[in-house]
């Protein structure tokens, strides 16, 4: 890693003396240069990590649909696996660039952003500037709609959220859980439901700390009104008239 009190970039960043490559996991080198211009993720994970393992599959979600939307948007795998093996087994998975595993760069970038725990996603942007680091969060939440991941983007898509909430019930039952789930604002939480992190709404009970995210909680009631709708419709040969 080259020293980055200057000015901050990719090549700062991920390059060093001796190496101005990534990796593929079929084994090609990629020069760092490519990237330039990108929109890159910085991925801090490792195998024997279930948060992280139960991060990584929404991360390559997210991650194809927007190579599939033409984004230029990259991500470069930091590994914390204890050895090689553990490490190519896991890269395996993964369709984007790596950093070479036990490179010195990871433990200075570790540093250098500051990383407390995994998985973690920084993301930075197309000038080599830190967007953010919380994006484990940002995709977690929003998803590829949140791409680029800037605070503009993010706080547009938290309006849609409020909007919705006020939509919602106050209060809820659900077949997962015996006590009513009060609609509440929440700091990041795991949906007891579909096991996805959750953040800023949640259908919650506060005795036993369960929590559902509004689009689980409220998914039944949907389909029973739908259902609902249907059964008042009679249709009969090419006309159709509610009852």
């Known amino acids: 890693m080259a020293n980055t009190e200057t000015q901050q970039s990719l090549s700062s960043l991920l390059c ?92 200075d970038l570790s540093q250098y952003f500051q990383i407390r725990g995994i998985p973690s996603f920084i993301i930075v942007g197309p000038d080599g500037e830190t967007v953010t680091k919380d994006g484990r969060t940002i ?35 659900h077949e997962l859980h015996e006590h009513s789930l009060q609609l509440t604002r929440r700091k990041p939480y795991m949906c007891n439901g579909c096991r996805d992190a959750g953040y800023t709404w949640s259908f919650y009970c506060q005795n036993c700390d369960f929590d559902l995210h509004p689009d689980c909680a409220l998914k039944d009631k949907h389909s029973d009104e739908n259902e609902k709708k249907a059964a008042e419709v009679i249709c009969e040969g090419d006309a159709c008239r509610r009852v």
């Open 16 to 107: 060093t003396d001796e190496r101005d490559f990534l990796i593929r996991n079929n084994g090609d080198q990629v020069p760092v240069s490519e990237l330039t211009g990108k929109t890159v993720g910085l991925y801090f994970s490792a195998h024997w990590c279930p948060p992280c393992r139960e991060f990584t599959p929404k991360l390559i979600q997210v991650y194809n649909e927007l190579k599939q939307n033409g984004e230029s948007f990259e991500i470069v795998f930091l590994s914390s696996d204890r050895n090689q093996q553990g490490f190519e087994e896991y890269y395996a998975s993964m369709p984007w660039l790596a950093l070479p595993f036990g490179d010195k760069v990871k433990k």
């Open 139 to 173: 995709v977690s939440v929003h998803g590829a709609k949140a791409y680029p991941f800037t605070d503009a983007c993010v706080a547009e898509l938290q309006k849609d959220i409020e909007a919705a909430a006020k939509k919602y019930p106050k209060e809820t039952k």
